[in-house]
């Protein structure tokens, strides 16, 4: 290991595989999609969650519909044709590769985990897809990805990439999160983007309570991880990178996920917990 890998540290570098006593961030994010790749260990912090907020399963669906809308945008208006989709999950429907190939079939993505069960299903799922390829590495190390003989084959870091990280910072706790996305940003070509969605505190008095509750549970569960940062901390986690405005007319700010350019006008107000999910999508400069 590096000296500038050592220094990050996150109860999800050990993977926990396919033990049934211990619950896997993937397997419990399945769980709160209403998905069946998990155990009762996964399902027992999903209901957990849901005793403090009973929308628990929203956290993860405002993630996963903003991912499926910013692959969207990143292809057809960023004219990315390059992911590094770290924690990519086990597969679900409408996968970064599918959204993104639908638009440009030549698209690459490079999906990257540390869970041996994403990687196995994730392996299986894309026998016949040459331009998509699972990776096995610890996103919270960035030179153990950046340097992964598998992700430099297949991306070229001369051309703009979408880094993804959606859904995985919160399970990074320490505080030094802006510092490894730093190192993420230097490594790619300018006009690349990043795209983030986090468990938000949003710092008013009734959602503050609320996400401090989820927090307190997600930390305390089987899982162990489970940050909702404000939007100043969020903000370190893009540094030097320009936000792109998150709807017509808007300014550039991180926003609620559900907020991020939805498909159509919301006819019903946002759960308690839409209140805590935020994303932001960022470029970094071209000149
Ligand atoms: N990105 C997907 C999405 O938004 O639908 C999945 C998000 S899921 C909540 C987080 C994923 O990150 C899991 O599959 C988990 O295995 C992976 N993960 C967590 N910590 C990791 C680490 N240190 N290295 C690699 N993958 C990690």
Known sequence: MTKAASQYEAPSRVPVGVDPTRASIARVYDAFLGGKDNYAIDREVFERVKKVAPEAQD?????????????????????????LDCGSGLPTAENTHQVAQRIAPEARV????????????????????????????????PQQVLQN??????????????????????????????????????????????????????????????ATRM??????????????????????FIPGLEIIPPGPGLEPDIVLSDLWWPDGPLLRPLSQVEECSAAVVARKPIG
């Open 59 to 83: 956290l993860a669906w405002s993630n996963r519909n903003f991912l499926i809308r910013a692959v969207r945008f990143l292809v057809d208006q960023g004219g990315i044709r390059q992911f």
């Open 110 to 141: 490079v999906y990257v985990d540390n869970d041996p069960v994403v990687i196995a299903h994730g392996n299986a799922l894309l026998e016949e897809n040459d331009y998509t390829n699972f990776v096995s590495a610890d996103i919270f190390q």
């Open 149 to 210: 003989p598998e992700v430099c084959r297949h991306l070229n870091f001369d051309e703009p990439i979408a880094l993804l990280q959606v859904g995985t910072l919160h399970h990074y706790t320490a505080d030094n999160g802006g510092e490894l996305m730093r190192e993420y940003i230097e490594a790619l070509a300018p006009g690349s983007f990043v795209a983030i969605s986090h468990f938000y505190n949003p710092e008013t008095p009734e959602h503050q309570a609320l």
């Open 215 to 236: 927090e307190d549970v997600f930390i305390h569960s089987p899982m162990g991880s489970g940050r909702f940062r404000t939007k100043a901390e969020l903000m370190k």
